[in-house]
């Protein structure tokens, strides 16, 4: 069945939905620029709960990992158009350019940018693509990639530190980032690469530090955080079984129910 909620050209995805909507993707692997039209995005990343509203216009650094949740407004729908600056795109954009390499980008992971003129009314024109169903080519596709950046460095030249920094996550501590993400269901890949290690590094020093395995530490850490969320804040296993890194209420309430000798339904 054709998915008529999202509509992508390229590099370019207009979002459109009625009903309240968890985003699909938990692992940000490119910069993302987007608008919010209506409706609001409920966040979380890095422990951080966030509310973006309606006019919201924001870039989002790769290499994040992110829950989302799409919500329409009252008696309406959500709408949002995301333009993604892939990192090939962005070398090749550097090269014509002639920039210099920048160095490693530490700065916040979310720039607002709302307030620019010049950003919506570049929001605007690529509206009628997706709303009259107008065909968005590969070259009217590049040419709006390249008006982003150019817009993004004349409203913040500052943003070459944030855009042109292809560097890849470095080494960090691992026992601290697992306990701050362990809930975020992404491959053990994807870990591995944000704490700055090979897989079969990865998994070696994961072993050093928690003494189990990578996916059994996982399973027993997100079980656990359920059966805290249902036993002692009330909460429901059909509203928590996302949260805490499962992919579907099947597997997680087997898994649960092989733990702790009962069904979350009945603690």
């Known amino acids: 069945m054709e998915d008529k909620s999202h509509i992508q050209f390229n590099n370019l995805l207009y979002s459109c939905t009625e009903q309240r909507e968890r985003g699909n993707e938990q692992f940000v692997p490119e910069h993302a620029f987007g608008y919010i039209i209506s409706g609001e995005v409920h966040s979380l990343s890095n422990n951080e709960k966030q509310v973006f509203k309606q006019g919201m216009i924001g870039l989002v650094r790769r290499n994040q990992l992110v829950k989302s949740v799409k919500v329409p407004a009252p008696g309406g729908d959500f709408k949002s158009i995301n333009i993604f600056l892939e990192q090939g795109f962005l070398r090749r954009y550097a090269a014509e350019n002639k920039f210099p390499p920048v160095g490693h980008y530490t700065g916040e992971p979310l720039i607002e940018l709302t307030n620019d003129p010049f950003i919506k009314g ?50 960090i501590d691992l026992e601290a980032y697992m306990n701050r993400h362990y809930m975020y269901n992404v491959p053990t890949a994807q870990f ?55 992919e579907n209420l099947s597997h997680f309430s087997y898994s649960f129910k092989k733990t702790f000798g009962v069904a979350p339904s009945t603690i």
């Open 122 to 171: 570049y929001f605007d024109s690529l509206l009628p693509y997706f709303t009259y169903g107008a065909q968005l080519n590969a070259q009217l596709a590049e040419l709006k990639t390249r008006e982003a950046i150019e817009l993004l460095l004349r409203a913040k030249p500052e943003l070459k530190n944030f855009l042109f920094d292809f560097s890849e996550p470095h080494k």
């Open 192 to 246: 591995a690469r944000l704490t700055g290690r090979s897989l079969a590094g990865f998994k070696r020093d994961f072993e050093k530090i928690f003494k189990i395995p990578p996916g059994q530490w996982l399973q027993q850490k997100r079980l656990n955080e359920a059966y805290f969320l249902i036993r002692e804040k009330g909460r429901k296993p059909s509203d928590v079984y996302l949260d805490v890194g499962f």
